[in-house]
């Protein structure tokens, strides 16, 4: 089943997860609207996940379109995924992830009713299996944000759609050679720089967080480790950012002084576009260096 006119791309990249995109699967299956593509990157996984994909394209149950790439990342994966979509909108699901039966109709509804060239596209919610939000609601009065004014309203996670011919333009998210945990974010911060987004009140994804033999913390202190310039380069477009009031750029300096250290990159300074700022939180990003390289050795000496 193909159609290049659908509305919207729900994209999926995963690794190894045969598992639980069956889920994600039977969720689309179950959508009230089939104006959408879902669009699975498979970033070379070794599992049957490619067993799975052929099956349910051989079903026509929906749109599916399937590729499979190199291990690269899952950055890697989101510019093989916006380099393939030919819709007006499209949203990530993760393969853990599932979606409400009628979050592709409330979606396009939504568009439909308020969208326009005014909005990068819009903002739903996260919530748990038990429907409840991840972080509770936005308020009811809020029409529109840029995603990096977010933390005024909302506490917790949510979901982004975005118009494709905006990320297209921001696209590919470039990498730095060894670097998979680029966080791709980047190119939504990118269209954040450009337009703010609608804000709904809507569940669009439904999250149930998988166990992990470490902690989440622990798992991005590694992150900031093996990829010390693509985090670097994050936190200077976050210290670009004007509409980030100065203590979270301040913040963000921090952090970029460790990530250079971890990079060895000497030019620290003189890339900042916050130099006073970034000489003043030198000495914390010294001490977030040596705490990170601390709580990260016994899994760098795991992998090594």
């Known amino acids: 089943m193909e159609n290049k006119e659908k509305t919207l791309t729900v994209f999926t990249c995963t690794y190894n997860r045969a598992h639980t995109i069956g889920r994600t699967y039977?969720?689309?299956?179950?959508?009230?609207?089939?104006?959408?593509?879902?669009?699975?990157?498979?970033?070379?996984?070794?599992?049957?996940?490619?067993?799975?994909?052929s099956q349910w394209m051989k079903e026509e149950k929906i749109a599916i379109r399937y590729v499979k790439k190199e291990n690269g990342g899952l950055y890697t994966g989101y510019n093989t995924a916006i380099e393939h979509m030919k819709s007006k909108l499209c949203i990530a699901i993760d393969s853990d992830d599932f979606m409400p039966d009628d979050a592709v109709e409330n979606i396009i509804r939504f568009w439909n009713e308020h969208g326009s060239d005014q909005y990068a596209g819009l903002i739903g919610l996260d919530s748990y299996s038990n429907g409840q939000p991840i972080g509770g609601y936005f308020p009811e009065n809020l029409k529109s944000a840029y995603i990096s004014e977010l933390y005024k309203y909302h506490a917790g996670d949510t979901k982004m759609v975005h118009r494709v011919e905006l990320l297209k333009q921001v696209a590919p998210m470039e990498g730095y050679p060894g670097e998979k945990f680029a966080n791709p974010i980047y190119l939504f911060l990118k269209v954040d720089l450009l337009l703010p987004m609608l804000i709904t009140n809507t569940n669009l994804c439904i999250v149930e967080y998988q166990?992990?033999?470490?902690?989440?913390?622990?798992?991005?202190?590694?992150?900031?480790?093996?990829?010390?310039?693509?985090?670097?380069?994050?936190?200077l477009l976050n210290m670009s950012n004007k509409r980030i009031p100065y203590k979270m750029r301040f913040r963000?300096?921090?952090h970029y002084v460790s990530s250079c250290m971890i990079a060895k990159d000497g030019d620290w300074l003189k890339k900042s576009p916050m130099k006073?700022?970034?000489?003043?939180?030198?000495?914390?990003?010294?001490?977030?260096?040596l705490y990170i390289m601390h709580e990260t050795k016994k899994k760098r000496n795991t992998y090594s």
């Open 26 to 53: 039977e969720s689309m299956c179950r959508q009230t609207s089939q104006d959408f593509e879902w669009l699975v990157i498979d970033d070379g996984s070794t599992d049957n996940t490619s067993e799975l994909l």
């Open 252 to 254: 963000n300096a921090i």
């Open 211 to 235: 166990e992990a033999s470490d902690s989440m913390s622990k798992n991005i202190l590694y992150q900031y480790v093996q990829s010390p310039r693509s985090f670097a380069r994050m936190r």
């Open 276 to 289: 006073l700022s970034t000489i003043l939180a030198a000495p914390f990003g010294v001490l977030l260096y």
